[in-house]
């Protein structure tokens, strides 16, 4: 299947090495060049803007970071979806709000396009990995034709149902638990510090303790390491938690939890963490309190 992926970061860079290694005739794309260049070094093909993909792909994976971005790589003055033959399908892989889930789906296939609302979790190691999980929303014909994708990219496929919209809510849902879950986990980590545990010993006792949690095992070992190289970064989880809150502002829906997890976020990235990774929201108490992070 002839394939474009649109975003070689820490997730499309996953995505196309697999779809690339099982065989799909994949062209990345990505203005660093150093991540074409990685791309590149498995063989891999790579363009630097969108509007110069290939006009004969059958599916575009988009994986930027943000709307903004999507919107961009599918309508802006450089966008794909000009040059590129009708009936393709079009994988929103990115988090973004319902809302502008349904407005991509609307204006996607008035332009003669399939679409599939389908947002993705498994972090960097999932992607590399093959083994994403997929929120999927859209037609039955929008699946069939992304079928050979989403089974390259993933493990689990969830059809969400034919309402474009359904996956980025239950995106949306998972995000706001991601967040909390990094959030607490640091703030139980510096608590414990600060209280005198040994941070690598808390770990272990927790991780087979009723308090653990997936992003517990997951994020901790990346403060203990002293390793800060974002897997993903804080920044994602401003922006996420940020689309939590405006879609239950519009609900005039409460959310103390997540609204508490996201001014921590943001306070770690106004002390300079934005594109650290998100585990190192635990920076909060350390610029707070003083406590000693593990150094690796």
């Known amino acids: 299947m002839k394939v474009g992926v649109i975003g070689l970061g820490s997730m499309g860079m996953g995505a196309a090495l697999n779809l690339h290694r099982k065989g799909h005739d ?6 660093r060049e150093a991540a074409r260049d990685e791309f590149a070094a498995a063989q891999g093909k790579s363009v630097s803007s969108a509007d110069q993909l290939p006009a004969d792909l059958e599916a575009v994976v988009v994986f930027v970071i943000n709307a903004a971005q999507t919107e961009d790589v599918l309508f802006g003055p450089k966008d794909c979806l000009t040059g590129l033959n009708k009936g393709a399908v079009i994988l929103c892989c990115s988090t973004v709000s319902p809302d502008v889930a349904r407005s991509l789906g609307k204006r996607i296939g008035e332009a003669g396009f399939l679409m599939l609302d389908s947002p993705v979790s498994g972090g960097k190691s999932g992607a590399l990995a093959g083994t994403m999980t997929v929120m999927g929303s859209g037609s039955d014909a929008a699946f069939a034709k992304a079928g050979p994708v989403l089974e390259a990219i993933s493990t689990k496929i969830w059809r969400l149902g034919t309402e474009i919209g359904v996956g980025s809510t239950v995106k949306m849902v998972n995000q706001l638990l991601a967040g909390v879950h990094i959030a607490t986990a640091a703030e139980a980590l510096a608590l414990g510090i600060r209280a005198g545990a040994d941070p690598k010993t808390l770990f272990e006792v927790i991780s087979e303790s009723a308090g653990s949690s997936w ?21 994602i989880f401003v922006k996420d938690l940020g689309i939590v809150l405006d879609q239950a502002r519009g609900l005039t829906f409460p959310l103390p939890m997540a609204s508490a997890a996201h001014q921590l976020f943001l306070a770690a990235a106004a002390h300079g963490e934005g594109y650290k990774d998100d585990s190192f929201v635990i920076r909060v108490w350390q610029a707070l309190t003083g406590i000693e992070l593990p150094k690796g």
């Open 26 to 31: 994949v062209t990345g794309c990505e203005p």
């Open 215 to 235: 992003m517990w095992q997951n994020r901790v070992p990346h403060i203990l390491a002293g390793d800060d190289t974002p897997s993903s970064a804080v920044n």
